[in-house]
């Protein structure tokens, strides 16, 4: 009796422990939720990850400010938006948010690469995860991802993913957005970008700190070269 009695405490500390985790998941999902919502309708004026750059490179210039500037989907080359998905997402318009096929693509080319090097993220994924998320790689972030990736595509529809991507997608040391990237790269807007501009810029995104440090390596010359050669054959919202 007296043993039983005992684990009474604890039994009720997991109880609400369990609770109060439930009730932060669900707190922090409905804060995600309704920005998502504000996002339909208004461009964000600074993502997690923006926040982030900024606090790193005011470290060695406090007065440092990042390039950006929002600019709507139809000011947006419609090569721009066809090199992206070439080079990111060519399923972007037909899966709910996570590739699936992808992923198990990518988790076979890290299998037989013994190491990552592929990664299977969507675009409306890397979205969500600028939006909000920090840069920690864990299962816990992952699952976060998943979470609010699958959100963001009941929120929103296409053609706002793909303008909000394009608006906060880094290209450069401080540069976010296509035209700030337009502008930083050819001295031109968004607007304007050729197809061979458009898959210049796409390439970077994997890298886009190293590539506008070191120029336009013998690498991303082949690489754009690839996604222009498969931007018609992407659709775009």
């Known amino acids: 009796m007296s043993s039983r009695a005992s684990r009474h405490p604890v039994t009720r500390i997991l109880i609400w422990f ?24 208004h461009p964000p004026l600074e993502t997690a990850f923006m926040a982030r750059e900024l606090t790193r490179l005011q470290a060695d210039t406090p007065d440092y400010r990042l390039r950006h500037q929002w600019v709507d989907y139809e000011r947006i080359s419609v090569h721009l938006k066809r090199a992206v998905l070439a080079a990111e997402d060519t399923r972007f318009t037909e899966h709910g948010g996570i590739d699936w096929d992808g992923v198990r693509h990518a988790f076979e080319r890290n299998r037989a690469a013994g190491s990552t090097v592929a990664g299977g993220s969507t675009v409306s994924q890397q979205l969500a995860r600028n939006l909000f998320l920090s840069g920690q ?29 394009l608006n906060v997608a880094e290209w ?25 501009e458009a898959a210049d810029l796409a390439a970077r995104l994997p890298r886009p700190r190293y590539y ?16 222009q050669s498969r931007m018609h054959q992407v659709h775009i919202p």
Do not use: C, N, P
């Open 18 to 41: 369990v609770v109060l985790t439930i009730t932060v998941v669900l707190l922090m999902h409905l804060w995600f939720a309704a920005w998502l919502v504000w996002y339909r309708s």
């Open 137 to 165: 790689r864990s299962y816990i972030r992952k699952a976060q991802e998943a979470s609010i990736t699958l959100m963001l595509e009941q929120v929103l529809d296409k053609r706002r993913i793909l303008e909000l991507y």
């Open 172 to 196: 450069g040391e401080g540069v976010f957005g296509a035209e700030a990237a337009a502008q930083h790269f050819f001295g031109k807007s968004a607007a304007e970008l050729s197809a061979w």
């Open 212 to 227: 506008d440090k070191h120029g336009r390596t013998d690498w991303l010359r082949q690489y754009s070269g690839i996604i």
